[in-house]
């Protein structure tokens, strides 16, 4: 704490042992003095619902009020300023930061660095000699003049003065609620009040006004929602090294994968409300398959979606990942009813990047509290079982690639379509000269040369129901099932396709 934390609080302060990370509070006044303990104060948060008013209300007090005084001492915002806890929310600060009204940014600077702006009299004086609209070619005079000659006809003529038009509600107050500041964006020098600024440019003009409230500060806590709202990137990551700088903790709430990937994995915790909506925070556990190289070279592309989501698909490679979320997109396209989206259904699909990193990744999310589903080719009993293990649900087919399932399940009729629908590329189009002819072949080599590239999805994009293989309908089916609570009443709907004898040797999971 700082002296003027200590004078401020001094019949809330407790003592703190850093050597043991706990409270001191033996009978000992004496033992205050080892150079492990220091001043700390405590503050205690209360949160309840009010059933007469039918909301929530929350109050923070000092720790100490509530045990040892009958009436508990609220830690109000005045004592917030006091310990520098600053904390950005453009909608609670944007509207109002850059007016003189009590209580926002540009006060609270005002009165840290003790200026008193001595400008209301003149102003009022000033706005109180103005009248408004008194140019007779405007068209408002003559008519104030009819009202003024009628008026003459019931009052004596010494009464009152001619109407004119002035500014009213003239009082401080009022002035500081309508006084604000203009900015000029861009190269141009046209000015727009503060408030009619993007949201990017005001998240960012807040931000600097909350860094010189800081820079006056012995001990800042910062706290930021969403640093990336309206910001691009390169401002994003700007925003957060500069905001460490200044702070002595920084605490950041983000979905961004560029804010994200400025913090060590030991700095980044997942929170999540499980199913009685109790908040919990889970810190990351990288599995043995995961190196911190890997995680962060990777992060954009394979970690952070799975962070974010609740519901994480693990695929086996980029052909499953790619295929597999535009197969059921247009199942849901053609029958809704009874098909849905991985968006749909909170679903964040990730490639793996093979088989057997499988289980790692699943491992990795399902210990962050997600639910891990898992998407393969035909695997080793021994592999089977690892994922197995770490996952919901287990989708794997019978084939040793996922383009050869599309190839046998689909329709020769779709095939030949499609064959028309690309650009050929030149090695292929010399070897099949006419592909529509030899369509399962000239196909197959070309999504063996499009692995990875979208190839098969563009394919199954265009196909119908009815052509789209029988195993990804029942996937989607099962995918859709594990996602979605069952019906009220238990009353189970049709499956949209005709079961299969041998339907759990396809697709494993649990019901």
Same mark, same amino acid.
């Given at each position: 704490?700082?002296?003027?934390?200590?004078?401020?609080?001094?019949?809330?302060?407790?003592?703190?042992?850093?050597?043991?990370?706990?409270? =001191?509070?033996?009978?000992?006044?004496?033992?205050?003095?080892?150079?492990?303990?220091?001043?700390?104060?405590?503050?205690?948060? /209360?949160?309840?619902?009010?059933?007469?008013?039918?909301?929530?209300?929350?109050?923070?007090?000092?720790?100490?009020?509530?045990?040892?005084?009958?009436?508990?001492?609220?830690?109000?915002?005045?004592?917030? @300023?006091?310990?520098?806890? /600053?904390?950005?929310?453009?909608?609670?600060?944007?509207?109002?930061?850059?007016?003189?009204?009590?209580?926002?940014?540009?006060?609270?600077?005002?009165?840290?660095?003790?200026?008193?702006?001595?400008?209301?009299?003149?102003?009022?004086?000033?706005?109180?000699?103005?009248?408004?609209?008194?140019?007779?070619?405007?068209?408002?005079?003559?008519?104030?003049?009819?009202?003024?000659?009628?008026?003459? !006809?019931?009052?004596?003529?010494?009464?009152?003065?001619?109407?004119?038009?002035?500014?009213?509600?003239?009082?401080?107050?009022?002035?500081?609620?309508?006084?604000?500041?203009?900015?000029?964006?861009?190269?141009?020098?046209?000015?727009? +009040?503060?408030?009619?600024?993007?949201?990017?440019?005001?998240?960012?003009?807040?931000?600097?006004?909350?860094?010189?409230?800081? @820079?006056?500060?012995?001990?800042?806590?910062?706290?930021?929602?969403?640093?990336?709202?309206?910001?691009?990137?390169?401002?994003?990551?700007?925003?957060?090294?500069?905001?460490?700088?200044?702070?002595?903790?920084?605490?950041?709430?983000?979905?961004?994968?560029?804010?994200?990937?400025?913090?060590?994995?030991?700095?980044?915790?997942?929170?999540?409300?499980?199913?009685?909506?109790?908040?919990?925070?889970?810190?990351?556990?990288?599995?043995?398959?995961?190196?911190?190289?890997? =995680?962060?070279?990777?992060?954009?592309?394979?970690?952070?979606?799975?962070?974010?989501?609740?519901?994480?698909?693990?695929?086996?490679?980029?052909?499953?990942?790619?295929?597999?979320?535009?197969?059921?997109?247009?199942?849901?396209?053609?029958? +809704?009813?009874?098909?849905?989206?991985?968006?749909?259904?909170?679903?964040?699909?990730?490639?793996?990047?093979?088989?057997?990193?499988?289980?790692?990744?699943? !491992?990795?999310?399902?210990?962050?509290?997600?639910?891990?589903?898992?998407?393969?080719?035909?695997?080793?009993?021994?592999?089977?079982?690892?994922?197995?293990?770490?996952?919901?649900?287990?989708?794997?087919?019978?084939? %040793?690639?996922?383009?050869?399932?599309?190839?046998?399940?689909?329709?020769?009729?779709?095939?030949?379509?499609?064959? %028309?629908?690309?650009?050929?590329?030149?090695?292929?189009?010399?070897?099949?000269?006419? +592909?529509?002819?030899?369509?399962?072949?000239?196909?197959?080599?070309?999504?063996?040369?499009?692995?990875?590239?979208?190839?098969?999805?563009?394919?199954?994009?265009?196909?119908?129901?009815?052509?789209?293989?029988?195993?990804?309908?029942?996937?989607?089916? !099962?995918?859709?099932?594990?996602?979605?609570?069952? +019906?009220?009443?238990?009353?189970?709907?049709?499956?949209?396709?005709?079961?299969?004898?041998?339907?759990?040797?396809?697709?494993?999971?649990?019901?």
């Amino acid at each position: 704490l700082t002296d003027e934390q200590k004078g401020k609080f001094g019949d809330y302060t407790e003592f703190w042992d850093g050597a043991t990370d706990t409270f =001191y509070d033996e009978p000992n006044p004496a033992g205050v003095d080892a150079a492990t303990i220091t001043e700390a104060l405590r503050v205690t948060f /209360l949160g309840w619902y009010d059933a007469e008013e039918d909301d929530f209300e929350g109050k923070t007090y000092f720790t100490r009020s509530l045990t040892e005084s009958d009436r508990p001492e609220p830690f109000s915002r005045k004592h917030k @300023q006091v310990c520098g806890f /600053l904390y950005l929310r453009s909608l609670r600060t944007g509207s109002r930061a850059l007016s003189l009204e009590r209580g926002s940014l540009l006060d609270i600077i005002l009165r840290l660095k003790e200026v008193r702006p001595q400008m209301w009299e003149a102003t009022l004086g000033t706005l109180a000699g103005i009248s408004v609209a008194s140019d007779p070619k405007l068209g408002i005079s003559p008519v104030l003049e009819s009202i003024n000659t009628a008026l003459k !006809k019931y009052v004596p003529k010494e009464w009152g003065v001619e109407p004119h038009l002035k500014v009213s509600n003239l009082t401080r107050e009022h002035l500081r609620k309508v006084i604000t500041a203009f900015i000029a964006t861009g190269d141009g020098d046209h000015a727009a +009040p503060f408030y009619r600024q993007g949201t990017g440019t005001i998240n960012m003009l807040v931000l600097a006004m909350l860094s010189q409230i800081a @820079q006056d500060k012995q001990n800042v806590i910062f706290a930021m929602e969403e640093p990336e709202t309206a910001i691009p990137p390169y401002a994003q990551k700007r925003i957060v090294h500069e905001v460490r700088k200044l702070a002595s903790q920084t605490l950041f709430t983000s979905h961004s994968p560029y804010v994200l990937e400025e913090f060590a994995v030991e700095e980044t915790v997942v929170l999540g409300r499980d199913g009685e909506g109790v908040l919990e925070q889970k810190a990351i556990t990288l599995p043995d398959n995961v190196k911190l190289k890997r =995680y962060r070279q990777q992060f954009r592309t394979r970690f952070c979606e799975g962070l974010l989501a609740r519901r994480v698909l693990v695929a086996e490679g980029a052909t499953e990942t790619s295929a597999f979320p535009v197969a059921c997109r247009r199942l849901a396209e053609l029958k +809704p009813d009874s098909y849905a989206s991985l968006e749909a259904l909170g679903v964040c699909i990730v490639d793996a990047g093979g088989e057997t990193d499988i289980p790692g990744m699943a !491992k990795l999310y399902r210990d962050l509290g997600k639910r891990a589903f898992a998407i393969c080719d035909k695997q080793s009993d021994a592999n089977k079982d690892l994922i197995e293990a770490q996952v919901d649900l287990l989708l794997m087919h019978d084939e %040793k690639g996922f383009e050869a399932m599309v190839l046998k399940g689909t329709t020769e009729a779709a095939l030949k379509r499609f064959t %028309k629908l690309i650009d050929w590329p030149q090695d292929l189009a010399q070897k099949y000269p006419d +592909p529509e002819a030899q369509a399962a072949a000239a196909l197959t080599d070309y999504f063996a040369k499009s692995k990875g590239s979208w190839g098969i999805a563009d394919f199954l994009a265009q196909c119908s129901e009815a052509e789209i293989p029988q195993w990804l309908r029942h996937a989607a089916v !099962k995918l859709k099932d594990a996602c979605l609570p069952a +019906p009220a009443g238990g009353d189970q709907p049709a499956a949209p396709v005709a079961a299969e004898e041998h339907l759990e040797a396809v697709v494993h999971g649990t019901d």
